[in-house]
């Protein structure tokens, strides 16, 4: 008896072979994104001008021209909001920005100084976090 059962044993093993788990794909955390908006043209000097970037706004309260005649700002303020960025496209060059105000580095006037010919503001979105600054888990419906 004991002979078959180990016969039994041996042929009911050999025929349950384990399946190999396929592995989940790892979950990654989503990657933050970036919202630009573009400001040129006729709309560039304009007052008032509010513009969206992702969820928050930037408010322009002033255009910087070099003398009374000229009609292309060299210069501009604005409220900007946290984690708002710019660059400026002036002439052939470009300037990265932070801050609420900015003028051309070359000055007001001179063979340097270009008019202001696109700013471009982004705003980087973090993905969400949980309390404790971990990512959120990501949920996926199969």
Known sequence: MRITAAII?????ACVRPVAATPEPAARAPAATASCVVVEGDRLGQLPLTIRVGDVFVRFAEWTLPD???TKPVG????LPAGVTFTVRAGDEDFTGTGARWLNPWGVDGPRVHP????TFCRRSSPPQLALGLPAPRVSLR
């Open 9 to 13: 044993s041996s042929v009911l093993l």
């Open 68 to 70: 009374a005649l000229a």
């Open 76 to 79: 501009f303020a604005a409220e």
């Open 116 to 119: 202001i010919g696109r700013i």
